[in-house]
């Protein structure tokens, strides 16, 4: 599959600065992606821009690359204050605040802006110190940031620039109001740029009442699947067949994620796959910040190959070279299904998504497809089927888990964490906070689950409650 990118225009051609086209060209980007191509005109001149494209398209540069090169140029203010940023970017999940972060910054250290990254989750007392040492750009969550704006830690009175990514998950997840209040107390004259791949569920009021004399860049049609995808819809006669086929499937050698409906299965999974020999970690809402951060940084090192989410990943983690994408559940409705599928494909590769059908499933499948454009033929498959084993290729070699942790004082010999699902790097801390070292109680109501940890990164205690789950 080629590549998206267009090689005849160059960012310099499209008005980038020469230090800008220098930090792009050191993290080996050269050339614009169509988005990139299309809004880099109007934003560098200080247009109000709406970008509409599907995931993958390359919005985050799209608008970081004029962020920092308007206010290191023309509207450079000088000395930084505290708190006082002159640039805010607003995300709708910690994930992905973090990896527009991380994107951000090499552009912004051309010109020594700094950034700083405010999300709930975490103490706020790191943000505070930052907010006070005085900061350029702020990569936030809608929540957090109008926290630390009720207790005067910031004020958004000198946002010169103001970008909404992925407005339409703001809307899904209940942030509207929120945005709301936060845009309406930057500065009516200042650059907005919104990005978003639909404008449903009230985003189109966000449009009409903050945006002036907007740009529409649409490069990609509402809700339409990456061309460079390739789906299969995997038929299997029972729970076991299942189970056999998502284990065989993520064996392959590059990296996987796998979608599941709970937190509770999706912690199972993970520790399951990594006991098969398949080093694997989980991504939910119950995990502590720094249990997420772990997760991700060593899905991304290549360290776990396989990581199983819910839908908290469906948009948040951004990954290069993820080659398949699983639905072992398949999701409640057809945009859940475009934005997990999304997590492959991305910036020009190609990838495969698999979506596992049991026969009570297939006819809401069905639906589901049919309303997300997707034209597939489901194939009855076994772990063993010749098109599944050519879809994996290459099965990576078994990795042995780290031994067990002891047991807790308290844990009655029934201890069951993973310890080791990276192969014995990292991992080790999953039995203090991320939840995957729980352990079944059956005195404990039912047998729920019941966290070994500390941090309340995992699973609700009958005692514990709201103080262990800050992370729901």
């Given at each position: ?129 930052a907010l006070k040492a005085g900061v350029d750009i702020v990569v936030a969550c809608p929540g957090r940031l109008e926290d630390l704006m009720k207790q005067k830690f910031v004020s958004l009175d000198a946002v010169e620039i103001t970008v909404l990514d992925e407005a339409d998950h703001m809307a899904d997840l209940g942030f509207l109001p929120v ?294």
């Open positions: 599959m080629s590549d998206t990118r267009t090689p005849d225009t160059t960012f310099a051609a499209l008005g980038v600065r020469e230090p800008l086209v220098k930090a792009l060209a050191d993290k080996g980007i050269t050339s614009p992606f169509p988005i990139q191509v299309d809004t880099l005109p109007d934003t560098l001149s200080g247009r109000d821009v709406l970008g509409r494209g599907k995931t993958g398209s390359g919005k985050t540069l799209a608008f970081s690359i004029p962020m920092v090169s308007r206010l290191a140029g023309e509207l450079s203010g000088g000395k930084r204050r505290p708190g006082r940023p002159v640039g805010l970017i607003l995300a709708p999940t910690r994930e992905l605040a973090t990896q527009i972060t991380a994107a951000l910054e090499p552009l912004a250290a051309a010109y020594d802006l700094r950034v700083t990254t405010i999300f709930g989750g975490v103490s706020q007392n790191r943000q505070v110190s945005v709301t209040r936060i845009l309406s107390a930057t500065p009516q004259q200042g650059q907005r740029l919104l990005f978003s791949a639909t404008l449903d569920n009230g985003v189109d009021k966000l449009v009409k009442r903050f945006l002036k004399n907007e740009v529409l860049h649409s490069v990609d049609e509402a809700n339409s699947p990456v061309a460079a995808m390739t789906h299969h819809v995997f038929d299997v006669d029972g729970v076991e067949a299942k189970r056999k086929l998502v284990e065989r499937l993520a064996s392959g050698t590059g990296r996987r994620i796998l979608f599941m409906r709970t937190k509770h299965q999706a912690r199972k999974l993970a520790r399951q796959l990594t006991e098969a020999g398949i080093p694997s970690v989980d991504l939910h809402g119950n995990l502590s910040q720094a249990a997420r951060d772990r997760n991700l940084a060593s899905f991304s090192a290549g360290e776990a190959r396989v990581l199983v989410a819910t839908d908290v990943a469906a948009r948040g983690v951004h990954v290069d070279d993820v080659q398949l994408v699983v639905h072992v559940d398949p999701p409640a409705e057809h945009k859940a299904y475009l934005h997990r599928s999304g997590r492959t494909a991305r910036a020009g590769s190609a990838g495969d998504v698999v979506t596992v059908v049991l026969p009570e499933q297939r006819k809401d499948l069905a639906v589901l497809m049919r309303k997300a454009a997707i034209k597939v033929t489901p194939v009855r498959s076994t772990a063993d089927s010749a098109h599944v084993l050519d879809l994996i290729g290459d099965i990576a070699p078994h990795v042995t888990p780290a031994p067990k942790a002891a047991p807790a004082s308290n844990g009655g010999g029934r201890n069951q964490r993973p310890g080791g699902a990276q192969g014995g790097r990292g991992q080790g801390g999953r039995a203090h906070g991320e939840g995957g070292g729980a352990r079944r109680s059956r005195s404990g109501g039912a047998g729920r689950t019941r966290a070994a940890s500390s941090t309340g990164g995992g699973t609700r205690t009958a005692a514990a409650g709201g103080s262990r789950r800050r992370q729901g």
